[in-house]
């Protein structure tokens, strides 16, 4: 397709379809992850796992989802998004129903750290997507749109999952959310159509790379791993407040589990609002002649300020506030991973951005590998005030690294 066919390419609907698709492939993601979660207590029982080996299967999804990023982000550049998202899906939906099937602990594990190998490509085929199907303005809006599936899967998990499981036993559970997925792929093959955009906004981004680079060189990239830096301290925020949260409201501030569950879709709703008004809001300022790069990188800062009010939270403010604060901080990392992830989008040439952002997604799995460990440590020997007050640093951090990463050689930001 020539630069003159473009704009009805980028004006066609189906790249709306194709995004729907990618939320709902992203809420299928969370909701096959979150089963074992949910499940764990029913599962260890009938298996006989007691919470040491539970934490190693755990681990074991988390290893293979860390790896996975790097050789989907290959795969997804190597056949496309459409191919590659379809295997991918296909991949940990199958993983997942076998979940269904283990007879033992290791069994299980084989499993889950199968889900973890497919689960980590939705990350590379997204943006994939996103930086074929999206000019520049609306690239914001569209990563915002399917990181909100995100939390969507979070939120419909618990009462799905649980329904299915005391209705239909929890093997039933894994196989139906499993089945789901080839479902979808049927969907997504019926959506996905027409040729990717290749106007010149595609070969505006900040990075240029050549042919194919080895891993080497792109890891010699200052954008590359600048940006992976980013994500590996400030996602363990996210995952702090996902999955400790609830825990120190619960242990330390004497909510019941009942009590914890109606109130707790306050922050996942603030994160999807962060995601979706934080793609918006640096479209916008694209629009108004604002270079990419450069709007994302407003937004970034901004909530890299609103981000640290969860030091607050440290000095054990009343659950109303407190629980107002812990929104603010979803709704900040939201908006920073969001615009992070559209800077990535901007900065690395499409025919490598699937191979690259895999390498940089990794940087979050690694944080949240390094962070599961140091997190349990403070909370067991100092506070969880030591921890609120840690994490408030991290996202001015992350900024910062970011701002490093992509900024123009004489020192500008772009």
């Not at 007691?50 to 999804?61: E, K």
């Given at each position: 397709m020539n630069a003159a066919e473009a704009p009805s390419t980028i004006r066609s609907k189906a790249r709306w379809g194709i995004l729907a698709f990618l939320f709902l492939s992203t809420v299928l993601n969370y909701v096959d992850r979150q089963t074992l979660s949910i499940l764990a207590p029913i599962v260890q029982l009938d298996l006989g796992?007691?919470?040491?080996?539970?934490?190693?299967?755990?681990?074991?999804?988390?290893?293979?989802?860390?790896?996975?990023?790097?050789?989907?982000?290959?795969?997804?550049?190597?056949?496309?998004?459409?191919?590659?998202?379809?295997?991918?899906?296909?991949?940990?939906?199958?993983?997942?129903?076998?979940?269904?099937?283990?007879?033992?602990?290791?069994?299980?594990?084989?499993?889950?750290?199968?889900?973890?190998?497919?689960?980590?490509?939705?990350?590379?085929?997204?943006?994939?997507?996103?930086?074929?199907?999206?000019p520049a303005h609306e690239r914001g809006f569209a990563v915002g749109v399917y990181t909100a599936g995100a939390m969507v899967g979070a939120t419909i998990s618990p009462p799905l999952i649980g329904w299915l499981a005391l209705t239909h036993g929890w093997r039933a559970a894994f196989m139906a959310t499993g089945a789901l997925g080839f479902v979808w792929i049927i969907g997504w093959w019926l959506v996905h159509r027409g040729a990717p955009i290749v106007a010149a906004e595609a070969d505006d981004a900040t990075v240029e790379a050549s042919g194919k680079p080895g891993w080497l060189a792109l890891l010699r990239q200052r954008p590359v791993w600048g940006l992976a830096l980013a994500r590996m301290f400030t996602d363990p925020v996210w995952y702090f407040y996902l999955f400790w949260f609830p825990k120190y409201m619960i242990d330390d501030?004497?909510?019941?589990?009942?009590?914890?569950?109606?109130?707790?879709?306050?922050?996942?709703?603030?994160?999807?609002?962060?995601?979706?008004?934080?793609?918006?809001?640096?479209?916008?300022?694209?629009?108004?002649?604002?270079?990419?790069?450069?709007?994302?990188?407003?937004?970034?800062?901004?909530?890299?300020?609103?981000?640290?009010?969860?030091?607050?939270?440290?000095?054990?403010?009343?659950?109303?506030?407190?629980?107002?604060?812990?929104?603010?901080?979803?709704?900040?990392?939201l908006v920073f991973l969001t615009n992070l992830?559209?800077?990535?989008?901007?900065?690395?040439?499409?025919?490598?951005?699937?191979?690259?952002?895999?390498?940089?997604?990794?940087?979050?799995?690694?944080?949240?590998?390094?962070?599961?460990?140091?997190?349990?440590?403070?909370?067991?020997?100092?506070?969880?005030?030591?921890?609120?007050?840690?994490?408030?640093?991290?996202?001015?951090?992350?900024?910062?690294l970011a701002w490093w990463a992509v900024r123009r050689p004489h020192g500008a930001a772009t």
């Open positions: 796992i007691d919470d040491r080996g539970y934490a190693t299967i755990v681990q074991l999804f988390l290893i293979a989802y860390t790896l996975a990023h790097l050789g989907a982000g290959w795969l997804t550049d190597k056949v496309g998004p459409k191919i590659g998202l379809t295997l991918f899906v296909a991949w940990w939906s199958l993983a997942n129903m076998l979940t269904g099937l283990a007879q033992s602990a290791m069994q299980l594990g084989m499993a889950r750290f199968a889900l973890g190998l497919g689960e980590a490509g939705n990350y590379t085929a997204a943006p994939k997507t996103v930086s074929e199907r999206f501030r004497g909510m019941n589990l009942l009590q914890m569950a109606q109130v707790a879709w306050i922050v996942y709703l603030a994160a999807d609002m962060g995601s979706l008004i934080g793609g918006w809001a640096s479209g916008r300022l694209v629009r108004r002649g604002i270079a990419p790069a450069r709007s994302r990188l407003w937004l970034m800062a901004g909530a890299a300020l609103l981000a640290p009010v969860g030091a607050s939270i440290a000095g054990g403010p009343s659950i109303p506030t407190t629980f107002v604060f812990a929104a603010l901080v979803a709704f900040a990392h992830t559209t800077l990535a989008v901007d900065t690395f040439p499409r025919r490598h951005v699937a191979t690259i952002f895999g390498i940089i997604a990794a940087g979050s799995g690694l944080g949240g590998m390094l962070s599961t460990k140091l997190i349990g440590e403070l909370a067991s020997t100092q506070s969880y005030g030591t921890v609120f007050l840690a994490m408030a640093v991290m996202h001015p951090l992350g900024w910062l």
